[in-house]
Every structure is written in structure tokens, then in C-alpha cells.
């Protein structure tokens, strides 16, 4: 069979976030949720692999790779850590991080929000304050003044469904933990204002640059019982910040895996009668949403075959969100901005990489407007509520010394970059799977 041909221009990358490799974020949220007494953090992410300072190695790295496309984030808390004091600092060490990256010859795609905030906005309530929106938008305008011309890819917020659900129907490890349903409605309203302001602000300051959500997704299937619970969840964790991105340049998908949910078919109008009863939604919605027994939460089927995260491995899961969103808004473009896997054998991200790429090339060929793949992540890191003990990277690090080793998963898409081919004897089936 002939190799798998990607397109001309094709965006091949590797991503990280601030919060995650820089270390020492201190005025940040983060770094105070880390911290909490009996708090659901596995362990502080301290001076992570100390990304703010070994970023030039970091990036030679990526760039000797072959790839030709780096996704970061700045992160707000280090430029504005005290409200409306800008740090020239902090700027300028993004300014030259973006500065690096071209020099290189890699294309930046600067994320403006990754999760975390800074504490002065955390301590007002995060999201649910009236005024983080504008804040946010305010913050934005100094970053894309501040870099210019030197950005031609922006991402908004990152996953606002993580931050909206994570936080605020529980399960998830993320600030401020609880389950509570008004106040999750009321951070999907904000982030979507967020994103909103955010990227009418880039617009009107660069014209020319492209900017998107990054918005999380998961393949998603479920029997006739528990279709009810899907469609709801599925409406609420992603179409709602889909539709917020009607009039972006382009769409971030980001897809690790499948969502499947079961329910026994009788309990269809059950789930359907519960989610139409708003008095009882503080308690109907976190349970079919599957915050209280697991009905919804992202964990794979017994015997299925697992990842670090115990998620189901599927790496055909991109190409069907990208089939979704496509069908969605067929005209416009879009970007795998985050597609990896945690896993401790290096051999299963080759595999994951490769099953992955071969669906999604199969989707352009169909005529999908697919612009790039943005692996995640360029090297382990601090994986949020699980610490240090998910390994995403195509670079191990080693953090008590901070050496850095590529692996071979990273030698593999670095050459599918470079050659923008991917052979046809190097995908294995997903029957032939281990």
C-alpha cells in the first residue's frame, strides 16, 4: 500500500502549558490548590521541568525533531500577578520564547488561558466573578499588543469544559471542587463570554492572526438507556462552547479517548423525566453526568485496555470528534491542537500516534479541512490532580537532574513531519493491537 500523504503547509507540533513545565508559578491558583490540606492534588508541581528558564534547549529539541509547530501558553497570573500591574518581565520573556521559536523556524500557537488563573482573580471567585470576562479580555489585548506580529495562531481558553466541569461538578481534582449546578452553569456563561471577548480583542488588534477555542471533546456512544444522559452531557460539555465558536478562524480539537455509557433501557424516561424536573437538578444533574457513581465519568469498560489516566486507549477517537465538529461547521478549519496518550511503554504512544494520524488522514481525504496535528505534549509534566505520575511526552525528563531524552515516539512523528508521510507498514490495526 502507498504511505499516507499529508498536505502541503500542515502544522505539526508539540505542545505544553505554562502551569505544567515552567515550575514555580506562584501567583497562581494552582499553586495554592496544590497546597490545600486534605485537597484532591496528588502532589505540588514545585519547579516542574523548569520550562521558564530551559526553554532555548527545549526548543532546540523540538525543533531538531522536525516539527514545525509549537503550542504554549502564557501564563496570566506571572504577567499580571497583582490586578492592573503588567509585569515587563514576563512579557518579554514570552516575547522572546515566541522570538525562539521563530528563529527556529518553528510556528508559534500561543494558548492565552490554560486552566489556571491568578490568585488576585481566584480569590474573587475565578469564573464566577462579573468581572473576569473583561478582565480576561483586558489581559489579552496587552499579550497580542505586546507580541505583535510575531503570533500568526492564537488558542482562547483552553478546555473551558474542564475548568467549568472540573471545578464545579466535582470528580475531576480542579479549583474550587465542589458540585454545585448553579454556579457550573454560571462558569460555562463566563468562559464563553471569555472566549468571546478574547477573541473579538485579537480580531480587532490583528486582523490577520487566526484564533480559535481549544475545545475539549470525546468520542461519545451509548446504548438506547443511557442516550438521555449522553446527549445531555455532550450538550453541556461541549455543543454549548462549539456554538460559542461560531465565528473563529479555526477549531482546536482537543481528543484523548471514547466516552461510553450504559444504562439499562428502561432507565431512558427515567433520566429523561429527571433532566426535565429543574427543582431537582442540584441532584439529578451531577448524577447523570456521572459526578456520583460513574455513569459519565471518563474511565474505560472492564477488560478494555487502558492508559496511565485508566481511560479507554483508542487513538481513532480524534478522527471522530473531528468528523463531528466537521459536519458541524464543514467550512471551517480545523486543528488537533492535543491528541497523546499516558502511558509508561513508549512503544504504545508509536502506536497511538500512528492509528491516529492514519484516521484523521483518512477524514482530509473526505474532504475535512484539517490544518494540522499538535501532539500533546512535548515532555512529561505536571499533570494537574495527578501529579508527576502520567507520562504524555515525547521527551522524558528526569527531575531530579532535569535531563531531558528523547524518546522514540518522538524521533517517529518528527519524521512524519519532515517527510509528511506516514507508512502504511508502520499502523497497526486495532484487531492487531496488543
Same mark, same amino acid.
Given at each position: ?36 490540606? /486534605? ?82 482573580? %481566584? ?88 484564533? /480559535? ?14 442516550? $438521555? *444522559? ?15 465558536? %461560531? ?28 433532566? *426535565?424536573?429543574? $427543582? ?5 444533574? $451531577? ?11 471518563? *474511565? ?57 494520524? %492514519? ?25 494537574? *490532580? ?46 492487531? %493491537?496488543?
Amino acid at each position: 500500500m502507498a504511505d499516507l500523504v499529508f498536505p502541503s503547509g500542515f502544522l505539526w507540533g508539540a505542545a505544553t502549558s505554562a502551569h505544567q513545565v515552567e515550575g514555580g508559578n506562584v501567583e497562581s491558583d494552582w499553586w495554592e490548590w496544590e497546597r490545600k490540606p /486534605g485537597g484532591p492534588v496528588r502532589e505540588p508541581s514545585g519547579n516542574a521541568t523548569e520550562h521558564y528558564s530551559r526553554y532555548p534547549q527545549d526548543l532546540a529539541l523540538l525543533a531538531s525533531l522536525g516539527l514545525n509547530t509549537y503550542r504554549f501558553s502564557i501564563e496570566w497570573a506571572r504577567v499580571e500577578p497583582a490586578e492592573g500591574t503588567f509585569d515587563p518581565g514576563a512579557l518579554a520573556h514570552y516575547r522572546d520564547v515566541v522570538e525562539r521559536t521563530r528563529s527556529l523556524g518553528l510556528t508559534p500557537m500561543v494558548t492565552l488561558n490554560h486552566f489556571t488563573l491568578p490568585r488576585w482573580v %481566584a480569590a474573587q471567585g475565578g469564573w464566577l466573578w462579573r468581572r473576569t470576562p473583561e478582565l480576561f479580555e483586558r489581559y489579552t489585548r496587552r499579550v497580542v499588543q505586546e507580541m505583535g506580529d510575531l503570533v500568526p495562531w492564537y488558542c482562547t481558553i483552553n478546555e473551558p469544559t474542564t475548568v467549568a466541569t472540573g471545578g464545579y461538578m466535582g470528580g475531576w481534582g480542579f479549583p474550587p471542587g465542589v458540585v454545585d449546578v448553579g454556579q457550573w452553569r454560571r462558569a460555562i456563561d463566563a468562559l464563553v463570554e471569555g472566549h468571546k471577548r478574547c477573541l473579538a480583542a485579537i480580531k480587532e488588534i490583528r486582523p490577520e492572526t487566526r484564533a /480559535g477555542l481549544a475545545a475539549f471533546s470525546v468520542e461519545m456512544w451509548s446504548n438506547a438507556g443511557a442516550r $438521555p *444522559a449522553m446527549e445531555f452531557s455532550r450538550r453541556w460539555n461541549e455543543d454549548v462552547f462549539l456554538e460559542a465558536a %461560531a465565528n473563529d478562524d479555526f477549531i482546536g480539537v482537543q481528543t484523548y479517548t471514547r466516552q461510553q455509557l450504559h444504562r439499562p433501557r428502561a432507565m431512558a424516561p427515567v433520566i429523561r423525566a429527571a433532566l *426535565a424536573a429543574r $427543582p431537582l437538578e442540584r441532584v439529578v444533574v $451531577p448524577w447523570v453526568m456521572g459526578m456520583k457513581d460513574g455513569a459519565g465519568a471518563i *474511565a474505560a469498560p472492564a477488560g478494555s485496555r487502558v492508559t496511565q489516566m485508566g481511560w479507554e486507549y483508542r487513538p481513532e477517537s480524534v478522527a471522530a470528534v473531528v468528523r463531528r465538529i466537521a459536519a458541524i461547521y464543514p467550512d471551517k478549519d480545523l486543528v488537533v491542537t492535543e491528541h497523546g496518550v499516558a502511558t509508561a511503554n513508549d512503544a504504545e504512544r508509536v502506536e497511538f500516534i500512528a492509528r491516529g494520524l %492514519a484516521a484523521l488522514h483518512e477524514s482530509i481525504e473526505d474532504g475535512i479541512r484539517l490544518r494540522g496535528y499538535v501532539h500533546w505534549s512535548l515532555m512529561d509534566n505536571f499533570e494537574w *490532580a495527578t501529579g508527576y505520575g502520567a507520562n504524555f511526552g515525547l521527551i522524558g525528563v528526569d527531575r531530579a537532574t532535569q535531563e531531558r531524552t528523547v524518546r522514540p515516539s518522538g524521533h517517529f512523528l518528527g519524521e512524519i513531519a519532515r517527510t509528511g508521510r506516514l507508512r502504511t507498514d508502520a499502523i497497526p490495526t486495532s484487531a492487531s %493491537a496488543r
